[in-house]
């Protein structure tokens, strides 16, 4: 009980923290990702493209999973002009939230998420990023 209570205070926490810079964009989205190894549903992106300022950030933060001890979620954020990945974290149970940042300006990122478990886990995928929403990924 004490864990979740914690949670939601943090959760609360980092939104305020993402409201806070003035040209930021915040968003969320619910994820429901199948185990690690299964074929398909086990990753998903936001659907569009981040576009970063220069040296622009962007933060993230994971709430809600179906189990609330022992899992292990990964991020990436993967250059849409080079396919390159710009960074992966981990998160889990215990670091539930993370951040990208010296980014290059004027490219776009898509953001992923990906289970690394043996079970299935869902929840709440809380983002935001200095710049503006890009188009939508094909």
Request: aromatic share 10%; charged share 15%.
């Amino acid at each position: 009980m004490k864990k979740k209570i914690i949670m939601s205070l943090l959760s609360v926490f980092m939104m305020i923290c993402f409201a806070v810079p003035v040209f930021a964009e915040v968003s969320s989205s619910t994820f429901n990702l199948t185990k690690a190894g299964s074929s398909g549903g086990n990753s998903y992106n936001v659907g569009r493209y981040l576009d970063v300022d220069s040296k622009g950030t962007v933060e993230f933060s994971i709430h809600g999973t179906n189990v609330a001890r022992g899992w292990n979620i990964q991020v990436s954020l993967i250059n849409g002009s080079t396919g390159k990945s710009a960074g992966k974290v981990t998160l889990t149970d215990t670091k539930t939230s993370g951040k990208f940042t010296n980014l290059l300006a004027s490219d776009s990122y898509i953001i992923a998420v990906k289970n690394l478990d043996s079970s299935s886990r869902s929840g709440t995928f809380n983002y935001s990023w200095t710049g503006k929403w890009g188009g939508f990924i094909n």
